[in-house]
């Protein structure tokens, strides 16, 4: 109780400093497992950190409200944080908890777990539909609440506001990166099989690429409905919506996730080694110049977090 007690008032401390009702450009990190940083736009970090945190696997913030929202594996918890109010809130009972998609039209969030996706209220207090699923991966559509879910054992489908199956994808082999544009259509990465598929919102398939070694980690980029995809983790790749290659690039020695800022464009990127070998967070221009890595000397970061809303 009295860790819980320190993790919160840590929490207090570290996000006080988001701007209620706007977007500063910031990035949210979870490092080594334990720990989540906020970094700044221009890659500078905010001195406070939250620590202790058994097996963090996600930090989520909804840009609308500057609500965190952390995954913690070993607990089988997600834990929301409103700055605003000072509400700390656990929502419990999320098995082995990976990934979280927050709606900011509303600020649900949409939670994968091991063995299901929940969605929970914006306001943390009721599970409003569960969908279960082997290792899902869950992305949102903020413009109408549907969220495309992935099943690692092969199923893909749509699934509307309220949690009712309304399409169905072709099944990949072991699909395990989703995200989705505003119009409905998803990309789903299979990097097991080296298969990167967009798909319609009634589930049609429109692209298949097989050329691009072990994709993860696919976003949107919302200014022009082109995607970005990891490959081989250490090259970032940038495909249109039909597919063709625009751009790709070396950006990493062992990429794990990528976010894409809808301001910008810019692509910040997770490198469980980087330069040092100890793990950087940078930030790339769409046109693949680096603009920075971070000067705090992360420790094996897994997940980057810039939301993901309508420019």
């Not at 119009?183 to 009634?202: E, F, I, K, T, Y």
């Not at 920075?292 to 420790?299: K, V």
Request: hydrophobic content about 40%.
């Amino acid at each position: 109780m009295k860790k819980m007690f320190w993790i919160v008032t840590m929490l207090s401390v570290l996000c006080v400093a988001t701007s209620y009702g706007q977007y500063n450009g910031e990035c949210w990190v979870v490092s080594e497992g334990t720990t989540v940083y906020k970094l700044y736009s221009n890659g500078n970090a905010d001195p406070q950190v939250i620590p202790n945190l058994p097996q963090a696997s996600a930090a989520e913030v909804n840009p609308a409200d500057g609500v965190v929202w952390i995954a913690v594996s070993a607990a089988n918890t997600v834990y929301r944080y409103n700055p605003n109010s000072g509400e700390f809130l656990a929502i419990p009972d999320i098995n082995r908890p990976s990934m979280i998609a927050i709606n900011p039209a509303d600020g649900s969030a949409w939670i994968a777990g091991f063995d299901a996706v929940k969605k929970v209220s914006g306001d943390g207090a009721q599970v409003l539909a569960t969908i279960e699923a082997h290792e899902p991966a869950v992305a949102v559509n903020p413009k109408d609440g549907s969220a495309w879910i992935t099943n690692a054992r092969g199923p893909i489908a749509r699934y509307d506001a309220t949690g009712n199956k309304i399409a169905d994808a072709p099944p990949m082999g072991e699909p395990k990166g989703v995200t989705v544009d505003y119009q409905g259509n998803a990309w789903v990465a299979d990097s097991q099989h080296s298969v990167l598929m967009r798909v319609s919102p009634d589930g049609q398939k429109l692209v298949e690429i097989t050329d691009i070694l072990n994709p993860t980690s696919p976003r949107i980029n919302v200014k022009d409905d082109s995607v970005w995809v990891v490959s081989q983790q250490s090259m970032l790749v940038n495909l249109s919506k039909d597919g063709t290659k625009v751009t790709e690039f070396p950006a990493g020695m062992a990429i794990v996730a990528i976010s894409v800022s809808p301001t910008d464009g810019a692509i910040w990127v997770a490198d469980l080694l980087g330069a040092t070998f100890t793990g950087e967070v940078s930030k790339y221009s769409a046109s693949g110049q680096k603009l920075f890595p971070n000067p705090i000397p992360l420790l094996q970061p897994s997940s980057v977090s810039v939301g993901y809303w309508e420019p």
